[in-house]
């Protein structure tokens, strides 16, 4: 996996041994994503998910201390199963965290799949509180190794 920043950006990707389709649903599929969505020890509720352009995807991750973490996602493009684009904001109550707009794609490689994903903040100063208070990098890590687990068993 490889993971890299600039000033005001966040870029992750990786190759999985699985085929662009069943990645793009684990993606895309709330009921899947409830299973792999998030670091380590968190989980995820989706109250609505809306896959089109100008649909939102709402969601609440729950971090293991107790902590709630309020998102919401709006889609700007959905290409399936090879590109989403969506603005999102989110955060825990007393900080609102800070907005992105995200690109991810997902390319077939030989029947495996490489997601990338870009996230670009308006400045670094919101790239780099989203890295100190919630652990972006270490949480995208995990997030795409859960993502990678689940895979794997449903193989």
């Known amino acids: 996996m490889a993971l890299k920043s600039k000033s005001n950006e966040l870029k992750i990707s ?3 041994d699985a ?14 994503a409830a299973h792999w969505w998030g670091p ?9 998910k809306d896959l089109k352009p100008g649909g939102h ?3 609440t991750m729950h971090g293991p201390d107790g902590t709630d973490y309020p998102n919401k996602s709006i889609f700007e493009e959905v290409v399936k199963p090879e590109r989403l684009v969506f603005s999102h904001t989110g955060g825990k109550k007393h900080d609102a965290g800070a907005p992105f707009v995200a690109t991810w794609t997902f390319e077939d490689v030989g029947g495996k799949t490489r997601v990338t994903g870009r996230m670009v ?8 509180h989203v890295v100190k208070v919630y652990g972006a990098i270490e949480g995208a890590k995990q997030n795409f190794d859960r ?5 794997a068993k449903s193989k």
Do not use: I, N
């Open 14 to 16: 990786r190759l999985y």
């Open 19 to 32: 085929p662009l389709q069943a990645v793009w649903d684990a993606w895309t599929d709330p009921k899947q």
């Open 40 to 48: 380590r020890g968190f989980t995820t509720t989706t109250h609505s």
């Open 57 to 59: 995807w709402h969601y």
């Open 121 to 128: 903040f308006p400045t670094a100063a919101h790239r780099d």
């Open 147 to 151: 993502l990678g687990e689940y895979l």
